[in-house]
């Protein structure tokens, strides 16, 4: 019964791909929705969603609403509300796909520096090679429905990871692995074009 007791005692987090924010609540009793919700997970000792909300650059927009927001500020809410849990597990569902390309490597440093050193294994969820890689400390490529494993690559780029990793040549060496994994999981030749 692990995954039920999992859920009952809120070891589990999750970014959807969409972040859901409640168009009634303000940035700050969004970034406490959780915890509001289920008070028996509120972590002790540990960082607050305020002081979270600080760290990804919100600090001062607590008193705003959703329709205030840009896309990218959406994003790093909903980010605040998973982290402020404190759960092992957090499961991220392509939550950074709907945000334009500079945007969305911000994002992926900002997780990188959040997870950073913390008790959380992160399940991430995406169709963009250089955001899985740069990620990651291990891909899993899946092929096409139905879907299995087609390879388990170990990302060996050193932590903590900086900004400026995906300029490493082996992070080129790496997003190319997986990319024809990814070709031949889904039976294409990697010299061709596919469809």
Known sequence: RPPEDARR?????MVPQQPGLLPWRTVRAKARLLLDVNRAANPVD??????????????EFGGMYP???SGGMAQRVALVRALAL???LLVMDEPFAALDEITRAEMRHLLNRLVEGQAVTVLFVTHSITEAVALSDRVLVTSARPAHVVADIAIDLPRPRSVDVEDDPRFFELCAEVRHSLHR????????SGS
Request: overall charge neutral; proline content about 6%; cysteine-free.
């Open 67 to 69: 329709h205030e927001l």
């Open 185 to 192: 999981g889904n039976g294409a030749t990697t010299g061709g």
């Open 9 to 13: 005692r809120k070891r589990v987090a």
């Open 86 to 88: 404190h759960s092992p």
């Open 46 to 59: 540990a960082l607050t969603p305020e002081s979270l909300l600080a760290e990804v650059g919100l600090g």
